[in-house]
Structures are given as structure tokens and as C-alpha cells.
Nanobody, 126 residues
Framework: QVQLVESGGGLVQAGGSLRLSCAAS????????MGWFRQALGKEREFVAA????????YYADSVKGRFTISRDNAKNTVYLQMNSLKPDDTAVYYC???????????????????WGQGTQVTVSS
């Protein structure tokens, strides 16, 4: 199994940027596709972005496409989420997650992820 620890959340003004990091430990990092999800207060957890084992492919939710970038450094066992042009609607707890599922549309599904971090709060003020 793998343990995931997120960092980098905080309070930022609308239009600002943050970079989230997720450090993995345990089982070999490169067996996992990695994803970022978020959950706003009173709402269901939703997909944000996912990246393939090699880092060569990524999916994004339409709501963040063009503003967020997911990346990974397999030498450092870390996945990142660069968030630019932040909006108040981006306010949520952000979670990273790991899955051994194949690289196809299933990586957009919360239920396909086996391991989750504890989350990091992102608050965007207007």
C-alpha cells in the first residue's frame, strides 16, 4: 500500500496561484496513476485531474482545464497540482489519491481510487 500526504493549501485571493504537493511513501510510486479531487462544504467529492504512471498523459475536469496543471516527479515520489487564476468556486478541501486502475476514463471516478491523503484546505477569497 501507499501513504499520501498533501501540502501547499492556504488562503489566496481570486486570480492568485497555489501549488499543491502530495508526497507518497510505501509501495513503488510508479505503479499508481495519481489523481486530485476536491470537496467543497456540503458538496460531493469531485474529480479535478489525473496523471498516468509515467506522467505522459493527463485528464482534467472541464472546470479547471486551462487553469490547473497536474504533474509528477517519480524520482521524488511526489505529484503536484499547479493552480492558477483561482476563483472563489475553487474553495474546497483538496485530496490526492492513488489507483492501480488502467489508464482510461475510470481514473475520473472517485470509487476507483484505493488510497487517499488527509486533504489540504484551499480557500479563495473574492
Amino acid at each position: 500500500q501507499v501513504q499520501l500526504v498533501e501540502s501547499g493549501g492556504g488562503l489566496v485571493q481570486a486570480g492568485g496561484s497555489l501549488r499543491l504537493s502530495c508526497a507518497a511513501s510505501g509501495r513503488t510510486f510508479t505503479v499508481y496513476q495519481m489523481g486530485w479531487f476536491r470537496q467543497a462544504l456540503g458538496k460531493e467529492r469531485e474529480f479535478v485531474a489525473a496523471i498516468s504512471r509515467s506522467g505522459g498523459s493527463a485528464y482534467y475536469a472541464d472546470s479547471v482545464k486551462g487553469r490547473f496543471t497536474i504533474s509528477r516527479d517519480n524520482a521524488k515520489n511526489t505529484v503536484y497540482l499547479q493552480m492558477n487564476s483561482l476563483k472563489p468556486d475553487d474553495t474546497a478541501v483538496y485530496y490526492c489519491a492513488a489507483t492501480t486502475a488502467p489508464w482510461d476514463f475510470v481514473v475520473l471516478l472517485t470509487a476507483k481510487y484505493d488510497y487517499w491523503g488527509q486533504g489540504t484546505q484551499v480557500t479563495v477569497s473574492s
